[in-house]
């Protein structure tokens, strides 16, 4: 059986509504408050398994109300949990989300998902020698990740590392992963000063040279980017009521793992994840509109 493994974020989002951000000493009242499951680990890992996915979640909460509610929200998912680890002396992570009429803001507090760390991840190294695919992000210590990577590559595992939040560091594992899927902002980050004047499409040919890594780059309604056979394909963004844009790339990253651990082809792989994508934007909150197998295969021939 196919397995995707997730290493990441598990956080609770919550998510205040307001017409306005106060000022400094001003008190103001929000129009509603709103409780999600979030972190882009947990986010990729539920967009994985409601395709099909046989994922298995690693990361850590804390020992309090928020990390219980998380992990039995993760076990409805039908997500493998058991490796889950509660921290004793750290509050489960926690995303506090000002949502404005057309933007939002976001401080996070990392909480367990800072202790994330090598030993954590060598405990669970079976796992990720098992697997079929591995995915990760930014949201926990750089150094957890590498190991992760370097544990999956011996074992001859594929890995994808979607770099957000964007760190310097990621630079390291340019030519360690096998999948690497920025958004255009992130895409500027990763490239050598020598290529940044490169326009759009030269520089993503250039860098896929350079690298060994695949590079695969989401440009919200643009569509998404990738380099096949010597020249840069772009799977368009199918057109919706756009309600929020918050997780799309998470769910776009989850569809990718598990379309890729059943062996699909990375265009059809990119195709499915990319309506996957723009589907998930049409209802409210990071993880509420991410799709089903079923309901991707409605948009199949459309």
Do not use: W
């Amino acid at each position: 059986m196919t397995q995707v493994v997730v290493l990441g974020s598990l956080n609770m989002d919550l998510v205040t509504t307001v017409d306005r951000l106060p000022q400094i000493g001003e008190t103001i009242f929000a129009k509603r408050l709103d409780y999600f499951i979030g972190g882009k680990g947990a986010n990729q890992a539920v967009a994985a398994s409601r395709v099909g996915g046989n994922v298995t979640m690693l990361g850590k909460v804390g020992k309090d109300t928020f990390g219980e509610r998380i992990i039995r929200h993760l076990q409805q998912e039908t997500l493998e949990v058991a490796a889950i680890a509660a921290e004793d002396q750290q509050s489960t992570g926690i995303a506090n989300v000002f949502k404005l009429p057309k933007d939002n803001c976001i401080m996070v507090v990392p909480g367990a998902n800072a202790c994330v760390d090598e030993a954590y991840v060598k405990q669970n190294a079976a796992t990720i020698e098992t697997a079929t695919v591995l995915l990760m992000q930014l949201e926990t210590p750089i150094e957890a990740v590498k190991k992760a990577v370097s544990i999956a590559k011996a074992a001859g595992v594929t890995t994808i590392l979607n770099p957000a939040p964007f760190s310097e560091e990621v630079k390291e594992l340019l030519t360690e992963v096998e999948y690497i899927t920025p958004n255009e902002l992130e895409f500027q980050g990763l490239l050598p000063n020598d290529l940044k004047a490169l326009s759009f499409e030269a520089a993503m040919l250039e860098f896929s040279t350079r690298f060994q890594t695949r590079l695969i780059v989401t440009r919200g309604s643009k569509g998404v980017s990738f380099v096949e056979n010597g020249k840069v394909v772009t799977i368009p963004t199918r057109k919706a009521k756009v309600v929020d844009t918050t997780g799309a790339g998470d769910t776009l990253n989850g569809i990718l793992a598990t379309q890729l651990s059943k062996g699909e082809t990375l265009e059809t792989a990119i195709e499915l994840a990319t309506k996957g994508a723009t589907l998930s934007t049409t209802k409210f909150g990071a993880q509420t509109g991410m799709p089903t197998l079923n309901e991707l295969e409605k948009l199949k021939n459309l």
